[in-house]
């Protein structure tokens, strides 16, 4: 496997009983034009990930015979400017962004549908790829988006020293006995759902996402009320070594980090845990660009990861959370011991997953990101 390296890492972890654990796996139907091909996938993904190049692509050339050239970038911005320029360029077949990020995609021309029929889509763990999920996967009845892994955005906290409320809330990163490491437009939208459960705001908070005028409405105060508590603020973070540094470096009792930054640390005296308001939560998946040479390749990655063995060993290069039945069993016990000690079936019910985010509603979240770090 070719790797082109971008950028630095971030975060993940596995999920055992919460989607539904138990039922027997489909087979994986690998088609007989792709076991009879040598040929290759363009592939562009998250960086700072080795166990993809040593474990991961390694095993699905042994079962498919198709190599995968990795393009590394450290986030989805740069994904989405790199795929823009691939589309006149060439160079990228397939892209691993998070389910939010479809509307955009495909609103910029980006994208062409997968052939369900060269899927396997009853290998899914339930509510992964049908329900709320499988709707937002699609556009006019044609399937955008196939689920990879998934995880969250939640609470790090030092088990010294933070001081995080009863119940532990979003309110924690706020408070000025806490030192705090927060990435700016999650910081922002966790003012706002905090203000939202305390009654503060004029209107819910989701209404943000459905609508720009309420939007500038919501983040103009979540983005006043933050600015008045960013002294707190030791480290803003936008990928995995710089959340870990604001910690380890910078002295921060509190985070909202990814769930990776929590499994890392978690030997060094820090914690993780779901606040009263819910945690966020992240579903990652594959798109397909809509001037992709490899197509068949493509669905082949696409319903590898799907199985147990696929499923299992892309959640455990990301520390996440599988999305094939039957995965579960082959993740690293470790990594299933720190997901049973962090979420409770209640914490499970409130996760809160990211919204459909309109391009339009990304730049202008990036605007007030870039007003808090500057204020």
């Known amino acids: 496997m070719k790797t082109y390296n971008k950028g630095v890492s971030r975060r993940g972890f596995l999920k055992t009983s919460a989607v539904g654990m138990g ?21 562009m993904g998250w960086a700072g990930y080795p166990s993809l190049a040593e474990k991961a692509f390694p095993a699905f050339e042994a079962a498919t015979g ?10 989805q911005d740069e994904m989405f400017a790199q795929a823009k320029v691939s589309l006149q360029a060439g160079g990228i077949d397939m892209v691993e962004p998070t389910i939010d990020r479809v509307g955009a995609w495909n609103s910029n ?9 060269k899927l396997a889509m009853a290998n899914y763990l339930p509510g992964l790829a049908d329900g709320a999920a499988g709707e937002r996967s699609r556009k006019d009845g044609k399937l955008l988006y196939v689920p990879s892994n998934w995880g969250t955005e939640s609470i790090v906290y030092n088990k010294e020293s933070a001081v995080l409320g009863d119940p532990a809330s979003l309110g924690a990163l706020f408070d000025p006995a806490n030192m705090a490491t927060v990435r700016p437009h999650s910081a922002l939208a966790a003012m706002g759902r905090w203000l939202d459960a305390t009654g503060k705001l004029p209107r819910p908070w989701m209404d ?5 005028g309420a939007m500038v409405e919501l983040w103009d105060i979540a983005l006043a009320e933050a600015i008045k508590a960013k002294a ?7 990928g995995e070594n710089e959340a870990n540094a604001g910690f380890v470096a910078n002295g921060a009792t509190v985070g909202l980090c ?18 009263a308001e819910g945690a966020f939560a992240w579903h990652q998946g594959f798109v397909m660009m809509a001037n992709a040479v490899n197509v068949e390749q493509a669905h082949e990655l696409a319903k590898w990861v799907s199985t147990p063995e696929g499923a299992a060993l892309w959640a455990t ?5 599988p999305v094939g039945k039957d995965a579960a ?17 209640e914490a499970l019910s409130k996760l809160w997953w990211w919204p459909d985010q309109s391009a339009e509603f990304l730049a202008k979240r990036g605007e007030y990101a870039d007003k808090y770090k500057a204020a």
Do not use: C, H
């Open 23 to 43: 039922a027997l796996a489909a087979p994986a139907l690998i088609s007989s034009k792709a076991l009879a091909s040598s040929g290759e996938l363009n592939f």
């Open 66 to 75: 198709i190599k995968v050239n990795m393009i590394e970038q450290p986030g």
């Open 109 to 117: 021309g980006l994208l062409q549908a997968f052939d369900e029929s």
């Open 208 to 212: 943000g996402y459905s609508d720009m």
């Open 232 to 238: 707190n603020v030791v480290q803003f973070w936008s």
């Open 258 to 275: 990814w769930d990776s930054t929590g499994f890392n640390l978690r030997n060094d005296g820090y914690g993780y845990i779901a606040p």
């Open 317 to 321: 290069a990301f520390s996440s959370n």
């Open 329 to 345: 069993a082959n993740m690293d016990p470790a990594v299933s011991e720190y997901y049973n000690g962090t979420f409770n079936d």
